[in-house]
């Protein structure tokens, strides 16, 4: 059974930083594209990072390059994403996503 199960949510002032998880049972993360998407109140879900599968280059939006990093442990079968210089705009909850499988998400709020 494919389960994506994301932790590491929070409130953090702005500057500060955070680091998301999401552990993937059923499959090997590796295998596959894994995406972390977020979505806003009233704002459509947008896609942030993308750890490509057999050890391709990364991938980010524009509005978190250079502040966000993720990255993947294949031996807790885990994908992160390193959130730092965090800034209000970056309020959402956060999903992890592997083809059509998504997590249940994990709220950031980023507030002083």
């Known amino acids: 059974q494919v389960q994506l199960v994301e932790s590491g949510g929070g409130l953090v002032q702005p500057g500060g930083s955070l680091r998301l998880s999401c552990v993937v049972s059923?499959?090997?993360?590796?295998?596959?594209?894994m995406r972390w998407y977020r979505q806003a109140p009233g704002k459509e879900r947008e896609w942030v990072a993308a750890l490509p599968s057999a050890g391709g280059s990364t991938n980010y939006a524009d509005s978190v390059k250079g502040r966000f990093t993720i990255s993947g442990d294949n031996a807790k079968n885990t994908v992160y994403l390193q959130m730092n210089s965090l800034k209000p705009e970056d309020t959402a909850v956060y999903y992890c996503n592997a083809l059509t499988s998504w997590g249940q998400g994990t709220q950031v709020t980023v507030s002083s």
């Open positions: 059923g499959f090997t993360f590796s295998w596959y594209t």
